[in-house]
């Protein structure tokens, strides 16, 4: 089976404008806000196109960011290598801090937890977390109108909670949650007119089909669903819940 990773992360749309918009820079800076006092060397882990890495490096810090992007790193400004999160070419205890963010939701069963241990390895003294907060998988899917297959169309993989965080990492204690912008949620009958009744997909520009390779993804056709739940929006009430959520760990024996 071919592997479309490398084609989809190597898309200049997805890493062109590297603070393109608010929420973006909300969610890089109170990351940031969790960096600890002691650090000085910093390692990104799937840095992408540098939003995080880049304040930091600007900001002092020894930074080194890797990623599985050439496309992405082109905009990196620090130290930078082509790597995977799962096989990290440093010695152990090399860096302060490790960082993750927005990262562990895309991998594979596989490669999530090798990555874990990776970040443990390569740490001598925190790890930091950023990821979604509790999403809703469905609310990203898209479908090919090539081979039919549906899939998510930013790659995500799995939900994270505070019980996840809390169960990460073997030899590193979770010290601080925070929750990062708050935005309005989907209610329930708006889900069930969209998904359930409406079948309901995202269009996206940079979505490509992990199946076929295809980007002729789903296109919305309007209908009375979509109409119901457009009314829905004004009627029934959306709670507000947090987009990302980020945790500092330390290692353990440490002070």
Same mark, same amino acid.
């Given at each position: 089976m071919v592997d479309y990773d490398q084609e989809y992360y190597g898309q200049k749309g997805l890493w062109k404008s590297p603070l393109s918009s608010k929420i973006v820079l909300e969610r890089v800076n109170k990351t940031i806000s969790l960096v600890p006092k002691d650090v000085k060397t910093v390692l990104e882990v799937g840095c992408g196109n540098g939003q995080l890495i880049n304040k930091l490096h600007k900001g002092g810090f020894d930074?080194?960011?890797?990623d599985v992007s050439e496309e992405g790193l082109k905009y990196v400004k620090c130290k930078k290598k082509?790597?995977?999160?799962?096989?990290?070419? #440093?010695?152990? !205890? %090399?860096?302060d801090l490790v960082i993750c963010s927005d990262v562990l939701e895309h991998l594979s069963l596989e490669v999530y937890k090798k990555t874990l241990d990776e970040l443990m390895r390569v740490s001598k003294k925190y790890i930091l977390i950023?990821?979604?907060?509790?999403?809703?998988?469905?609310?990203?899917?898209?479908?090919?109108?090539?081979c039919g297959t549906i899939y998510h169309a930013n790659r995500d993989l799995r939900? #994270?909670?505070? !019980? %996840?965080?809390?169960?990460?990492?073997?030899?590193?204690?979770?010290?601080?949650?925070?929750?990062?912008?708050?935005?309005?949620k989907q209610n329930w009958f708006e889900k069930f007119l969209r998904y359930r009744l409406g079948n309901f997909y995202?269009?996206?520009?940079?979505?490509?089909?992990?199946?076929?390779?295809?980007?002729?993804?789903?296109?919305?056709?309007?209908?009375?669903?979509?109409l119901l739940s457009a009314l829905s929006y004004r009627i029934i009430p959306r709670r507000k819940k947090a987009r990302w959520i980020s945790g500092i760990y330390k290692i353990q024996n440490k002070k």
């Amino acid at each position: 089976m071919v592997d479309y990773d490398q084609e989809y992360y190597g898309q200049k749309g997805l890493w062109k404008s590297p603070l393109s918009s608010k929420i973006v820079l909300e969610r890089v800076n109170k990351t940031i806000s969790l960096v600890p006092k002691d650090v000085k060397t910093v390692l990104e882990v799937g840095c992408g196109n540098g939003q995080l890495i880049n304040k930091l490096h600007k900001g002092g810090f020894d930074c080194y960011g890797v990623d599985v992007s050439e496309e992405g790193l082109k905009y990196v400004k620090c130290k930078k290598k082509l790597m995977n999160a799962d096989y990290l070419y #440093f010695k152990d !205890n %090399s860096f302060d801090l490790v960082i993750c963010s927005d990262v562990l939701e895309h991998l594979s069963l596989e490669v999530y937890k090798k990555t874990l241990d990776e970040l443990m390895r390569v740490s001598k003294k925190y790890i930091l977390i950023t990821t979604p907060y509790k999403q809703c998988l469905r609310e990203g899917f898209t479908k090919c109108q090539d081979c039919g297959t549906i899939y998510h169309a930013n790659r995500d993989l799995r939900i #994270f909670n505070e !019980n %996840s965080y809390k169960s990460l990492f073997t030899n590193f204690n979770l010290k601080k949650l925070i929750y990062i912008n708050k935005e309005r949620k989907q209610n329930w009958f708006e889900k069930f007119l969209r998904y359930r009744l409406g079948n309901f997909y995202i269009e996206s520009d940079v979505a490509l089909c992990p199946a076929c390779g295809s980007k002729n993804n789903y296109r919305q056709k309007y209908n009375l669903f979509s109409l119901l739940s457009a009314l829905s929006y004004r009627i029934i009430p959306r709670r507000k819940k947090a987009r990302w959520i980020s945790g500092i760990y330390k290692i353990q024996n440490k002070k």
